[in-house]
């Protein structure tokens, strides 16, 4: 019922910044809380924030958190991820997913194809 389209992505070098958006076409989307996920090669797929369907309530990762940012357009069916201070180990491919909404993928029924950000030195 709901597709999900990731895009911003790229290559930044430390410190830099990105605004990730995540498009949604569907008919429940309003109801659904997103979330942000990334993977790294060799790594299992980890969470990094998450909105509620109101956009009231956020929640991010410690290793995140302080520079990273979850906002949701409802007009637009859009969330974004604005990724800042951005450090080598961020390094991944970011994946937006919705669903009634957790900490983990287990909250999760739909997911995006993904979007790589790269940092360098």
């Known amino acids: 019922q709901v597709t999900l389209v990731e895009s911003g992505g790229g290559l930044v070098q430390a410190g830099g910044s990105l605004r990730l958006s995540c498009t949604a076409s569907g008919r429940t989307f309003s109801y659904y809380a997103m979330g942000w996920f990334r993977q790294a090669p060799g790594k299992e797929r980890e969470f990094v924030a998450a909105i509620s369907w109101s956009g009231g309530t956020t929640y991010y990762a410690d290793s995140v958190k302080g520079r990273f940012t979850i906002s949701r357009d409802y007009a637009k069916n859009t969330v974004y991820l604005q990724v800042s201070s951005l450090k080598p180990e961020d390094t991944a491919v970011f994946y937006c997913?919705?669903?009634?909404?957790?900490?983990?993928?287990?909250?999760?029924?739909?997911w995006g194809q993904g979007t790589q950000v790269t940092v360098s030195s």
């Open positions: 997913a919705a669903g009634p909404g957790s900490g983990s993928v287990e909250g999760y029924e739909y």
